[in-house]
């Protein structure tokens, strides 16, 4: 059984950084397929972007250039740096990992305020 737990959340202004952290406990083994979700009120979990222990990442079209996902294998912890906030980012921040099943965090608020 993983376990996923989120930090970092908050509230930010537009134009400014966070960086969420997630932590994968459970697994005495590197978890290959992590990766973050958002979910914006009023519409559907949608992937932000995800990445591989080999380094591969994967992100949605509306944050290329300014999201940036990496990961401690040792840790089997993720992060996503979020740069030039918008106020469609925001909505809550799931943690999401693939070990054999699929396991979600509880998720973290991101608010960006214009």
């Known amino acids: 059984q993983v376990q996923l737990v989120e930090s970092g959340g908050g509230l930010v202004q537009a134009g400014g950084s966070l960086r969420l952290s997630c932590a994968a406990s459970?697994?005495?083994?590197?978890?290959?397929?992590m990766g973050w979700y958002r979910q914006a009120p009023g519409k559907q979990r949608e992937l932000v972007a995800a990445?591989?222990?080999?380094?591969?990442?994967n992100y949605a079209d509306s944050v290329k250039g300014r999201f940036t996902i990496s990961r401690d294998n040792a840790k089997n912890t993720v992060y996503l740096q979020m740069n030039s906030l918008k106020p469609e980012d925001t909505g809550v921040y799931y943690c999401?990992?693939?070990?054999?099943?699929?396991?979600w965090g509880k998720g973290t608020l991101v608010t960006v305020s214009s």
């Open positions: 990445i591989t222990s080999g380094d591969r990442t």
């Open positions: 999401y990992c693939k070990f054999g099943l699929d396991y």
């Open positions: 459970g697994s005495r083994f590197v978890i290959n397929n």
